[in-house]
């Protein structure tokens, strides 16, 4: 509807703002706690304005993190973090792709058994496999490796789909062009397919990406020696301190860093993301 | 450039549904031939087997001498025009029109030469370097005339290529494929159902209907001597009138009038007689059948008057200034009655 009322527009304007203040005062509580000294915390009131230890607190949880509760410094499980959520995205979507092609493009025996058996994994996500997964990763002596951590997290039926449904909107005119143009099979893959598909790629980053980094419960089990932990699970790690407060100012900009990287990839790849998810030019 | 024969080709699918039944075609060096048929009638596929790109499941298809039955499309030699464009959206026109080319590891300067040459028989040069979403219709249409035209294949092959344009344009862009073809004399096929594209581009017709050849011809042979009521009823416009009448030694009787045929023939036939080609004379003119009006549609230059002949539907085709009452007395031009076999509707004669 294009209705211009300022009562309406007043009244959505109110509506979003309060949406917004819901989503982001948590994140400033978390912030300004991030900024204060351990101690300000043990009279149970958590301040409201900035306080004056950002900098230490920020420098000490980056280079030494927190030993006693035996956490490596945060740049180490930042970058495990990224290295596993970069794997994770790159990984699904090189193979979920690829999957796609063959299922769409090509005629070959049990073609729809495949397609039926990568649908069916649709209803079986790691936490219900969980346990075998975890059995195999130990047989193949993945634990507490990167590969552990990323390659039971890489296949991917959504994604599959995803392409699938975006290769089924390519006219087959173009794939026939091709043909008489003398690309073969990859030719045309190379050429025509992934340049088509790249908004949808990057939007399947975007959320490939956020889902990777995200991971809790796996890199949880799967991770024993602290040179492979990532930060979200190392967040939960720090709450759980026997015999002692907790350290929220720590805690909380650990939060605050952990927040930081799927919130640039969005910021930075929004305009891609937004185009491959609603844009149907072909 | 090549000469094009199809020897028995057919076409079944899987199911056992067969499309297409044993086409007999030898096309000329040059020559350019549309196929022309109702939707269904098989013309596509029998296009798209010669370009390659459906199986050729009976017979042999050979492009200039080469029997090509097992040849991928891009050694064929053949380049195609698609209904849609089939443009590659993500490339500039100058890169959608090398892209054949470089595939096939011509030089870079043979390509330049070869792109800037079709940009300019075509008029595209000023948006060699816009992506296809940026062009008009009439305009993608040149640009896939342009990809097909850099390859200097032995043949092009046209799928319905100007259904997608508005009916202006249609004729524009119909015209310069006839002069381009002239221009390149590159052996042509061209698929449409549209039977006056089919009759203005043509140097020879082949009338499609059910998977088999109804009638192969020049326009002009197609359409004064239709081998079959299909052909007759497909090809002219306004479409030919057929009715069925009574034949004695040559003569059908027909709404109290006498149309002569070609052949002494005896017995119930169909009668075709095509709407510009009866002329209206006084009420008790000799031989004049009679048509009753029904509704006329005016065309400027002349005016269709609808009507029955002993109540078969009758069309006709008379000057604008015609006088008309609630009757029209008739008769056909000399020689213009065409006479059909009632049953089979073949040609009599």
Not at chain 1, 258 to 271: E, G, N, S, T
Request: charged residues 15%; glycine residues 8%; contains cysteine.
């Amino acid at each position: 509807m294009v209705e211009n009322r300022p009562i309406l527009n007043i009244l959505a304007h109110l509506v979003l703002i309060l949406g917004v203040l819901v989503v982001a005062f948590p994140i400033y509580i978390a912030f300004i706690a991030s900024t204060h000294g351990p101690t300000d915390f043990l009279s149970g009131l958590i301040p409201l304005t900035p306080g004056h230890d950002t900098w230490h607190t920020y420098m000490t949880m980056l280079t030494t993190g927190m030993q006693t509760s035996g956490m490596p410094p945060l740049s180490l499980q930042m970058m495990n973090s990224l290295i596993m959520a970069l794997t994770i995205a790159i990984g699904k979507i090189s193979i979920s792709i690829i999957s796609a092609y063959a299922i769409v493009y090509f005629r070959f025996p049990f073609r729809n058994l495949a397609f039926w058996l990568i649908f069916i994994t649709l209803m079986l996500p790691v936490e219900v496999r969980i346990l075998p997964t975890y059995k195999v990763v130990a047989d193949l002596g993945m634990l507490d490796t990167y590969a552990g951590l990323t390659i039971p997290l890489i296949a991917s039926a959504t994604a599959t789909f995803l392409f699938r449904q975006v290769f089924l909107t390519i006219p087959d005119e173009l794939m026939e062009a091709a043909r008489i143009d003398g690309a073969g099979p990859m030719k045309f893959f190379w050429d025509i397919l992934l340049p088509m598909s790249r908004n949808n790629i990057a939007a399947l980053f975007v959320i490939l990406f956020i889902y990777g980094w995200n991971q809790y419960l796996w890199p949880l089990l799967i991770t024993t020696d602290a040179s492979h932990y990532t930060i979200v699970m190392g967040i939960k790690r720090m709450a759980d301190v026997a015999d002692s407060q907790p350290q929220w100012n720590y805690i909380m900009a650990t939060a605050i860093l952990a927040m930081l990287p799927p919130v640039l990839v969005v910021i930075f790849m929004q305009k891609l993301f937004v185009k491959g998810l609603i844009e149907t030019e072909k | 450039m090549a000469a094009i024969t199809l020897e028995a080709v057919g076409k079944s699918y899987a199911g056992g549904v067969k499309v297409v039944h044993s086409i007999d075609l030898a096309i000329e060096d040059g020559e350019f031939v549309v196929l022309v048929g109702p939707s269904g009638c098989g013309k596509s596929t029998l296009l798209r087997m010669v370009a390659g790109l459906e199986t050729v499941t009976e017979g042999q298809i050979s492009i200039g001498g080469r029997m090509v039955n097992e040849v991928e499309p891009a050694e064929r030699d053949i380049a195609m025009v698609f209904q849609n464009y089939a443009l590659y959206p993500h490339m500039t026109v100058r890169q959608n029109l090398a892209y054949g080319l470089k595939n096939r590891k011509m030089a870079k300067d043979e390509i330049t030469r070869r792109v800037d040459e079709a940009a300019q028989i075509l008029e595209i040069g000023a948006f060699l370097d816009r992506k296809p979403r940026a062009l008009s219709g009439g305009q993608r249409q040149r640009v896939a005339m342009g990809r097909a035209i850099v390859r200097e294949p032995a043949a092009f092959l046209f799928d319905e290529p100007l259904s997608n344009l508005d009916a202006k344009l249609r004729v524009q862009m119909r015209g310069e494929i006839k002069q381009l073809q002239a221009r390149l004399g590159t052996t042509s096929i061209y698929v449409t159902h549209d039977q006056l594209e089919a009759m203005t581009l043509a140097h020879r017709l082949v009338v499609l209907n059910g998977g088999r050849i109804e009638q192969v011809g020049t326009p002009l042979e197609v359409y004064r001597k239709p081998a079959s009521t299909f052909v007759a009823a497909f090809i002219g416009s306004p479409a030919m009138n057929l009715l069925e009448a009574r034949a004695e030694g040559g003569v059908a009787h027909v709404g109290g009038g006498r149309v002569p045929l070609e052949a002494a023939v005896s017995g119930t036939v169909t009668l075709g007689l095509r709407p510009e080609d009866v002329r209206p004379v006084d009420a008790g003119t000799d031989g004049a059948f009679v048509l009753k009006l029904a509704y006329v549609e005016e065309l400027g230059a002349q005016k269709l008057v609808h009507g029955t002949v002993e109540g078969h539907k009758f069309a006709c085709a008379l000057p604008s200034d015609a006088l008309l009452g609630d009757e029209l007395h008739l008769v056909p031009e000399p020689g213009a009655a065409h006479g059909f076999d009632a049953q089979s509707g073949k040609r009599l004669g």
